[in-house]
T-cell receptor, first 112, second 111 residues
Framework: ETGVTQTPRHLVMGMTNKKSLKCEQHLGHNAMYWYKQSAKKPLELMFVYSLEERVENNSVPSRFSPECPNSSHLFLHLHTLQPEDSALYLC???????????FGPGTRLLVL | DAKTTQPNSMESNEEEPVHLPCNHSTISGTDYIHWYRQLPSQGPEYVIHGLTSNVNNRMASLAIAEDRKSSTLILHRATLRDAAVYYCILRDPGSARQLTFGSGTQLTVLP
């Protein structure tokens, strides 16, 4: 148990659906991250939030929309995804963007 | 970002020490060496990090070469629960907000 929880753990959605992934951290951290891990590929950073402001967006398509309403919660809103977006989506947090990151267990997403 | 090179896979016997190597010949003076591991069906987990001196914690030891161009993660007594992908990552805390993961080393622990 790392103090970072993610829901749902598994999600199947069609290409026309809208869904959201949720991340919550109980560590009092100020920075939160979304990573994507596709099969047989390294983890890729998607977004970084520091003190609820987005500080990094790694050229992620607009069908992925992050939201950070407070320092403990991070959402990833999904809309009209493609089958190639199927992957493990990992949330992480750290005290600040320079510090050690703690990861959640991930959401396994399948887009049909 | 400076690049790291790790073997794709390694095997170890249970209760024996494991030495996981990492080469980083282009490391800069401000890069810290981080190790994370990812157990099956879980997110990555921080293991240890260091700059120049060897480091120990409850999970592992990190041995850093004098020229800092390589390092070794040491698990003193491997258990079946240590089977995971181990990632060696360089990170300059002054400039890098992200962790850049490579392919890592898949460690198999044999009973």
């Amino acid at each position: 148990e790392t103090g970072v929880t993610q829901t749902p753990r598994h999600l199947v959605m069609g290409m026309t659906n809208k869904k959201s992934l949720k991340c919550e951290q109980h560590l009092g951290h100020n920075a939160m991250y979304w990573y994507k891990q596709s099969a047989k590929k390294p983890l890729e950073l998607m977004f970084v939030y520091s003190l609820e402001e987005r500080v990094e967006n790694n050229s992620v398509p607009s069908r992925f929309s992050p939201e950070c309403p407070n320092s403990s919660h991070l959402f990833l809103h999904l809309h009209t995804l493609q089958p190639e977006d199927s992957a493990l989506y990992l949330c992480a947090s750290s005290q600040d963007p320079r510090e050690t990151q703690y990861f959640g267990p991930g959401t396994r997403l399948l887009v049909l | 970002d400076a690049k790291t090179t790790q073997p794709n896979s390694m095997e170890s016997n249970e209760e024996e020490p494991v030495h996981l190597p990492c080469n980083h010949s282009t490391i800069s003076g401000t890069d810290y060496i981080h190790w994370y591991r990812q157990l099956p069906s879980q997110g990555p987990e921080y293991v240890i990090h260091g700059l120049t001196s060897n480091v120990n914690n409850r999970m592992a030891s990190l041995a850093i070469a004098e020229d800092r161009k390589s390092s070794t993660l040491i698990l003193h007594r491997a258990t079946l629960r240590d089977a995971a992908v181990y990632y060696c990552i360089l990170r300059d805390p002054g400039s890098a907000r992200q962790l850049t993961f490579g392919s890592g080393t898949q460690l198999t622990v044999l009973p």
